[in-house]
C-alpha cells in the first residue's frame, strides 16, 4: 500500500521532492481539514456560532483598525509635499478602499458576500 510506502523515510523524502507529488500530498491534506471542519459544524453548531463571532470581530477590527492608522497618519503629513505620481498613487489606492468598502456594504446590505471579477482585479491593483 501507498502509505506503507510513505513511512520509510527516505521514500517520503524523495516524494517530497517532487513539486507535484507535494502539491498534491498539501491539497489531499487542506480537503481533509476541510471535511473535518464540515463534520465538526454539522455536529456541534455552537463551533459556526463561534465562528460568526470571530469573523465579526476580525471585520470590525479590521475597520477600526484602518481608520486608527489614517487618524494616526494623516495629521503627520501636514507640510508634506507630494509630486503628481504620489498622489495619484495614494487616489489610486482610496478607490481601492472605497470600492472595498462600498462592496462589504452591499454585501452586509443584501447578503451577497462572493467577489465579482471586476472587484477582484481592482482590489488587486489591476483596475
Same mark, same amino acid.
Given at each position: 500500500?501507498?502509505?506503507?510506502?510513505?513511512?520509510?523515510?527516505?521514500?517520503?523524502?524523495?516524494?517530497?521532492?517532487? +513539486?507535484?507529488?507535494?502539491?498534491?500530498?498539501?491539497?489531499? /491534506?487542506?480537503?481533509?481539514?476541510?471535511?473535518?471542519?464540515?463534520?465538526?459544524?454539522?455536529?456541534?453548531?455552537?463551533?459556526?456560532?463561534?465562528?460568526?463571532?470571530?469573523?465579526?470581530? +476580525?471585520?470590525? %477590527?479590521?475597520?477600526?483598525?484602518?481608520?486608527?492608522?489614517?487618524?494616526?497618519?494623516?495629521? /503627520?503629513?501636514?507640510? /508634506?509635499?507630494?509630486?503628481? +505620481?504620489?498622489?495619484?498613487?495614494?487616489?489610486?489606492?482610496? %478607490?481601492?478602499?472605497?470600492?472595498?468598502?462600498?462592496?462589504?456594504?452591499?454585501?452586509? +446590505?443584501? %447578503?451577497?458576500?462572493?467577489?465579482?471579477?471586476?472587484?477582484?482585479?481592482?482590489?488587486?491593483?489591476?483596475?
Amino acid at each position: 500500500m501507498t502509505t506503507d510506502l510513505l513511512r520509510r523515510p527516505a521514500v517520503a523524502r524523495k516524494t517530497m521532492r517532487d +513539486d507535484t507529488a507535494r502539491m498534491l500530498v498539501n491539497r489531499a /491534506q487542506f480537503d481533509n481539514s476541510h471535511e473535518t471542519r464540515d463534520r465538526i459544524r454539522e455536529r456541534t453548531p455552537a463551533v459556526r456560532a463561534i465562528e460568526h463571532t470571530i469573523e465579526h470581530l +476580525d471585520l470590525v %477590527g479590521s475597520c477600526h483598525s484602518f481608520v486608527a492608522t489614517l487618524g494616526r497618519l494623516v495629521p /503627520q503629513l501636514r507640510g /508634506q509635499q507630494f509630486t503628481d +505620481d504620489e498622489r495619484e498613487t495614494v487616489r489610486r489606492q482610496i %478607490g481601492r478602499v472605497r470600492a472595498a468598502a462600498d462592496w462589504l456594504e452591499g454585501a452586509l +446590505d443584501n %447578503g451577497e458576500f462572493t467577489l465579482d471579477e471586476q472587484l477582484v482585479q481592482l482590489l488587486k491593483g489591476e483596475e
